[in-house]
């Protein structure tokens, strides 16, 4: 009776440093732009809200100039390979699956949403809102506001999914996304092709993007 053969096993590197450190600092600065507005401390939300805003505007600039798993066009498939792995029909390669990558999508595009929204967004009576509410009415501010916090609750449904995924994961077929976060590499079937980096002057440039847009919305379109 002949042995079955077991395909070989590769460890590459599946997520750059960057990638990483946006990650993990997006977690605790949710949980606290949460426990900020539920207590009532304005002036820390609101100074969480422009940590969120360079994370995003980073995190989408790297999803156009950052290595290759980061990159937008390399894990966005259309709908003909989402059904494809769905039946199983999927080949794992470094980055995120086809499933995982629309909800990457939708998390960045329902927190970038939040983070404007709460921009505009003006508190009942006016005192506390944010920085660039004085282009707005007050109407369309507090509309702003309602729809802050719509938005928030369907940000933590999309969370919620993404954890519930992750789990599955890790306890139905034994892989440990979780941890690929936290160093970076992950074991393959075969030998996939291993992460094309970017430039450090990519990076330089996304940080200097996000901190230029994050002063501009914070100082820069205030009046004297």
Known sequence: MSEQAVEPRTRVRVWDLPTRVVHW??????????WTGETNRLE???????????????RIYWGFFGSSTARFRNFVQGPRR?????RGGWTPVPGHNPLGALSVLALLAFLALQIALGLFAVDVDGIESGPLSLYVSFETGR????W????FNVLMGLIVLHIAAIAW???????????????????????????????????????????????????AFQPF
Do not use: D, K, Q
């Open 25 to 34: 600092t997006l977690v605790p600065a949710i949980g606290f732009a949460w």
């Open 44 to 58: 820390w939300h609101r100074w969480c809200g422009y940590l969120l805003l360079a994370l995003v505007t980073f």
């Open 82 to 86: 989402v059904a494809a792995y769905l």
């Open 143 to 146: 509309a702003a506001a309602n």
């Open 148 to 151: 802050h916090e719509i938005i």
């Open 169 to 219: 994961y890790r306890f139905a077929r034994r892989e440990n996304l979780v941890s690929a976060m936290f160093h970076g590499t992950r074991e393959f079937p075969g030998t996939p092709p291993p992460l094309e980096p970017a430039s450090a002057v990519r990076f330089v440039g996304g940080v200097v993007l996000a901190g230029v847009l994050t002063w501009l919305v914070t100082s």
